[in-house]
């Protein structure tokens, strides 16, 4: 679960991993949430407790079906973010973008393991 802001629009996901290795192996529920500090004070009074806080900057682009973010985070070169309805859209926009280089569908934290980090020593990621 994950309850997320980016200051003006406030969300809270919920996550189901099939195949975390797979490019359609993810679905995802998510729901727009007006207040991020009320949801955050009812997800502690049902004893969900943050585990980490971590900072990181999306921009956002629209290519054929796909959803596009440049994701930078601290501690690790930015990285290319492509979410779509089905592994068949994700792979077409590979192919118009002319990726030929290493494609992965890891999460967060298995990108960190590739910079020998592991973030859960890392309870608070920030760029200050």
């Known amino acids: 679960m994950r309850l997320r802001t980016d200051g003006k629009i ?50 956002p682009f629209i290519l054929g079906d796909c959803n596009l973010e440049v994701d930078s985070r ?14 068949e859209v994700v792979v077409e926009v590979l192919r118009k973008l002319s990726v030929s280089g290493e494609v992965t569908s890891e999460n967060t934290t298995e990108v960190y393991k ?3 980090i592991n973030i859960k020593d890392y309870p608070t990621l920030s760029f200050s």
């Open 10 to 59: 406030t969300t809270l996901t919920i996550k189901h991993i099939a195949d975390g290795k797979a490019i359609d192996g993810v679905q995802e529920r998510e729901v727009g949430v007006e207040d991020f500090d009320q949801m955050n004070t009812l997800l502690e009074q049902l004893d969900y407790r943050a585990k980490s806080y971590q900072e990181n900057v999306r921009e």
């Open 74 to 87: 601290p501690l690790i070169p930015a990285y290319l973010e492509i979410e779509g309805s089905n592994k």
């Open 114 to 116: 590739r910079y020998r």
